[in-house]
């Protein structure tokens, strides 16, 4: 089983990047993908994560509107595309893999402490 993120890198406030997760190992189609952050000195969060049933998506309050998840089924691939993007979301950046798990607005990531599998991480820096 591999998750791989990959897309980090260094970018000036107000920027983008978009980040991959890329995955092997097993029935892609069956889990749902969820992104995770965590900055230094701080607890991991749940950024956004997307259902393997029905696409349906979850995204942080901090990220709404700037931030967007998608699939690709074919490639089995987890793309999170970044805009706007501001210090604050300075951080190493996980995917990980939840079989069966179902997210929406109602349905957080929360901190991702059910997820089945995770990947090595990508740091993501803003500067201001």
């Known amino acids: 089983v591999q998750l791989q993120a990959s897309g980090g890198g260094l970018v000036q406030a107000g920027g983008s990047l978009r980040l991959s997760c890329a995955a092997s190992?097993?029935?892609?189609?069956?889990?749902?993908i969820g992104w995770f952050r965590q900055a230094p000195g701080k607890e991991r969060e749940g950024v956004s994560c997307?259902?393997?049933?029905?696409?349906?998506?979850y995204y942080a309050d901090s990220v709404k509107g700037r931030f967007t998840i998608s699939s690709d089924n074919a490639k089995n691939t987890v793309y999170l595309q970044m805009n706007s993007l501001k210090p604050e979301d300075t951080a190493v950046y996980y995917c990980?893999?939840?079989?069966?798990?179902?997210?929406?607005?109602?349905?957080?990531?929360?901190?991702?402490?059910?997820?089945?599998?995770w990947g090595k991480g990508t740091l993501v820096t803003v500067s201001s």
């Open positions: 990980a893999a939840d079989r069966g798990a179902y997210y929406s607005g109602s349905y957080p990531c929360g901190y991702g402490d059910g997820m089945d599998y």
């Open positions: 190992g097993f029935t892609f189609d069956d889990y749902a």
């Open positions: 997307i259902s393997s049933s029905d696409g349906s998506t």
